[in-house]
């Protein structure tokens, strides 16, 4: 199956974190192709704490997957720990490592830990922009306005892309 899985970072060497998730996801997930590196400000609720204002680093990888979704996710949580991401208690605490899983392929799935496609999916241009680089011909499957729509006219149309949104733009950086 096809999975498509965003990975961010705020906190401590943002590209070494990135680095080390994608080396350890590598090792259940193969044809691994990674978008670029885009830079965006965290989301933060209205109420959240002001030092939690660091900006991410985000990208998205696309890879097939032999695991059930459940399974993937398990795999997810520990690689996050095990590349140094520590449990707080707000959601909006800058993160080591955040990996999501975005879509897994054509699946709906909607529990108590999991659900697929990411519900906040058309929301975040650090997400959307990415895959529309890499997998511009991917057909979106959430429902509503753009399903059916490739992820490039989804994100021509919700961010003007390819122009860069003023609160995301791309690194010069590799994972290399």
Same mark, same amino acid.
């Given at each position: 199956? +096809? !999975? =498509?899985? /965003?990975? /961010?970072?705020?906190?401590?060497? %943002?590209?070494?974190?990135?680095? +080390?998730?994608?080396?350890? #996801? ?6 691994? +192709? ?25 990208? !998205? ?9 459940? +399974? ?7 690689? &996050?720990?095990? !590349? ?10 800058? %993160? ?8 897994? /392929? ?5 529990? &108590? ?10 929301? %975040? ?7 529309? &680089?890499?997998?511009?011909?991917? =057909? ?11 992820? #490039? ?22 994972? &290399?």
């Amino acid at each position: 199956m +096809q !999975v =498509i899985l /965003g990975l /961010g970072s705020n906190l401590g060497d %943002r590209i070494l974190f990135l680095s +080390q998730a994608i080396k350890k #996801l590598g090792k259940f997930l193969t044809n691994i +192709q990674a978008s670029s590196i885009y830079e965006s400000k965290a989301l933060l609720s209205k109420d959240a704490s002001p030092e939690y204002d660091i900006d991410y680093l985000n990208l !998205v990888i696309y890879a097939d997957c032999s695991l059930e979704p459940q +399974q993937l996710l398990e795999h997810i949580k520990q690689i &996050e720990q095990s !590349v140094g991401r520590k449990e707080r208690k707000d959601i909006w605490a800058p %993160r080591e490592i955040d990996i999501d899983i975005l879509f897994y /392929g054509n699946k709906k799935i909607s529990s &108590e830990n999991l659900v697929i496609p990411h519900t906040q999916i058309l929301n %975040r241009n650090f997400v959307v922009i990415p895959i529309a &680089e890499i997998l511009p011909n991917y =057909i979106c499957t959430i429902e509503g306005k753009y399903f059916g729509k490739t992820m #490039l006219e989804v994100a021509s149309d919700l961010f003007a892309y390819p122009k860069l949104p003023n609160n995301l733009k791309l690194t010069n950086l590799c994972l &290399e």
